[in-house]
């Protein structure tokens, strides 16, 4: 059973718009959600976290915004550029029932077009 | 910063051999932790440590064993490399809240 889901494989953008890249989370004891990047042949890079305790939390050109009644949760790019192309993975853990691993969606594939 | 420096970029392997995958950080990190990821498929967890000499099997831990004999090294070993083991593989460490991730190996097993 996939306890962080990410629906849309794929999202297409155009430079200067808003990417909004959605997640949604059936476990409702995680308290931390944390959002990577992955470009091809790397590994994924830490992009921005929220705890539950909190509905957004923003850095630079990055939003996350958590929704806990509806279990969901969203990231936004403003504005979107050709270089944030790339998979995006949600995660989830649960921090204060102990040492668990981080628990991934399937990601998204954002496409920034120039 | 934390550095998880992950052996070999690219690797080739023939079917049947034993595969090791090495992968090191640097900052003392207690846990560490092996993925796979697959086109559609996401990350899936295979095995994880917070200790040394201590291991938890993951959601996909078949055909996979670890290694950690020192805190900052752990390895993944393919028992018997099969073509379905054919990935990307990415070790990450963390101390808390987050990971850092290696900057993965890519498995061919033909």
């Known amino acids: 059973d996939q306890q962080v889901k990410q629906n849309s494989p794929s999202l297409s953008v155009q430079e200067g718009r808003i990417s909004i890249l959605n997640c949604d989370y059936t476990?409702?004891?995680?308290?931390?959600f944390l959002w990577y990047k992955k470009y091809p042949a790397e590994g994924p890079t830490f992009l921005i976290s929220?705890?539950?305790?909190?509905d957004k939390n923003e850095d630079g050109r990055f939003t996350v915004f958590l929704n806990k009644s509806a279990k969901h949760l969203s990231l936004h790019i403003v504005p979107s550029q050709p270089g944030d192309s790339a998979v995006y993975f949600c995660?989830?853990?649960?921090?204060?029932?102990?040492?668990?691993?981080?628990?991934f969606g399937k990601g998204t594939r954002l496409s920034v077009i120039a | 910063d934390v550095k998880v420096t992950q052996s070999s970029r690219y690797l080739v392997k023939r079917t049947g051999e034993k595969v090791f995958l090495e992968c090191v950080q640097d900052m003392d990190h207690e846990n560490m932790f092996w993925y796979r990821q697959d086109p559609g498929l996401g990350l899936r967890l295979i095995y994880f440590s917070y200790d040394v000499k201590m291991k938890e099997k993951g959601d996909i831990p078949e055909g996979y064993s670890v290694s950690r004999e020192k805190k900052e090294r752990f390895s993944l070993i393919l028992e018997s490399a099969s073509t379905n083991q054919t990935s990307m593989y990415l070790c990450?460490?963390?101390?808390?809240?987050?990971?850092?991730f290696g900057s993965g190996t890519r498995l061919t097993v033909v």
């Open positions: 990450a460490s963390s101390q808390v809240y987050g990971y850092t």
């Open positions: 929220i705890s539950s305790i909190k």
């Open positions: 995660a989830a853990r649960q921090v204060h029932s102990g040492n668990t691993p981080l628990v």
């Open positions: 476990n409702s004891m995680f308290d931390y």
